[in-house]
């Protein structure tokens, strides 16, 4: 049951679109409707729809648009976790709790990364892991202790 006539059109547009990996334009689609408390569960129902997010949430590459696209991707999980309904879903497919178990351990590789690409932008160049323009550390602390809440969440909902 969708609550809008064409947001079953549109999932499985996002679905169909989800190998679109060179922007996180796809990742953000997904975020931007598991921001809306009532789409969360319907999202996990949709089919493929879970496949699809965690196909992003694990995107290989390296450079800022990767990073974006994994975070992105991560983050609408996270939001969609917060729902009992949907956590159920969520943490029966093994893509979601393998992309956030990547991203919650995958922090500690990129901490080292990280510092070297804020002393590159000082340089004037991002060669970073992560893209850290316009985001402070405290910014990229937060997302990734939200990702591991979501984690934890899921775990404990199997």
Not at 85 to 97: C, D, F, H, K, V
């Amino acid at each position: 049951k969708h609550p809008m006539i064409a947001q079953g059109a549109l999932l499985s547009a996002l679905v169909k679109a989800a190998t679109w990996t060179n922007t996180d334009c796809i990742a953000e689609a997904f975020r931007a409707q598991a921001s809306f408390r009532d789409n969360c569960v319907i999202m996990a129902h949709h089919h493929g729809l879970l496949n699809a997010l965690s196909r992003l949430a694990l995107t290989r590459g390296e450079g800022a648009d990767a990073e974006k696209v994994r975070m992105a991707s991560c983050l609408a999980i996270e939001l969609m976790s917060r729902h009992d309904e949907a956590r159920a879903l969520l943490s029966q497919n093994e893509g979601i709790i393998m992309a956030l178990t990547k991203a919650s351990y995958g922090e500690e590789e990129r901490d080292g990364d990280l510092r070297e690409s804020n002393m590159s932008e000082l340089e004037g160049s991002v060669t970073g892991f992560m893209d850290t323009s316009g985001k402070s550390e405290d910014d990229l602390s937060l997302q990734s202790r939200r990702i591991q809440v979501a984690l934890k969440n899921l775990v404990g909902a199997m």
